[in-house]
């Protein structure tokens, strides 16, 4: 005696009250960690000795001057916000400005995030460093106006972690640092953060 076949349409119903349940054909919410990227605050120093004369920070103060500074101090504290995929916007935290460039390379601070002047793409370099490009003007950012204009290749920056300033806290506020998309590892499960860049560490 041969094994018992099931009738024709025997898990259909099941099928349809599973999809109908399921409410096929809608999308479901995109839970992925990689989206916690978006509009996520990085708090750092960026710190540079290629094309210096000597080690110098980023440092913009009251005046909106974009200086480079020898030390950390609280002026060369920054916020780097993603505002796009690959595009962030930096702003100093002490003075409230805003750090954008001019077409013609020089940088300033501005009290008002204009994205055709203050948008950069950062880029990340295997060596930890970054580099960062305006994203209208397409000149890469270096402390120097003239040395923008110069020859010299680009400045590649390394963002060191820095912490917020005591006192009342700003109505911005800090949020999880994002998954480093290029490990093998990007939820740091396993690895903990070796071999991350310095840009996504505490």
């Not at 996520?40 to 200086?67: N, S």
């Not at 002490?94 to 008002?112: K, N, T």
């Not at 005591?166 to 490990?183: F, I, K, L, M």
Request: hydrophobic share 35%; net charge neutral.
């Amino acid at each position: 005696m041969g094994p018992r076949k099931r009738a024709p349409g025997y898990l259909a119903p099941l099928l349809s009250l599973l999809l109908a349940y399921r409410g096929w054909g809608y999308p479901i919410p995109d839970s992925s960690p990689m989206l916690l990227f978006g509009g996520q605050v990085r708090l750092r120093h960026l710190y540079t000795d290629d094309g210096q004369d000597t080690e110098a920070h980023v440092e913009m103060g009251p005046d909106g001057a974009v200086r480079a500074a020898a030390e950390r101090s609280p002026n060369s504290l920054l916020e780097l916000k993603a505002v796009k995929p690959g595009v962030i916007r930096i702003l100093a935290v002490q003075s409230s400005r805003f750090l954008c460039m001019r077409p013609d390379g020089e940088l300033y601070g501005a009290v008002h995030y204009d994205p055709s002047a203050c948008n950069f793409r950062e880029h990340l370099l295997g060596d930890g460093y970054n580099v960062y490009e305006s994203e209208a003007h397409g000149r890469t950012l270096r402390l120097s106006s003239q040395a923008s204009l110069g020859q010299a290749g680009p400045s590649r920056f390394l963002p060191l972690p820095g912490d917020r300033l005591p006192g009342p806290e700003p109505p911005w506020a800090q949020g999880p640092e994002p998954p480093d998309v290029g490990s093998a590892d990007p939820l740091s499960m396993v690895g903990g953060m070796q071999g991350r860049s310095p840009s996504y560490s505490s």
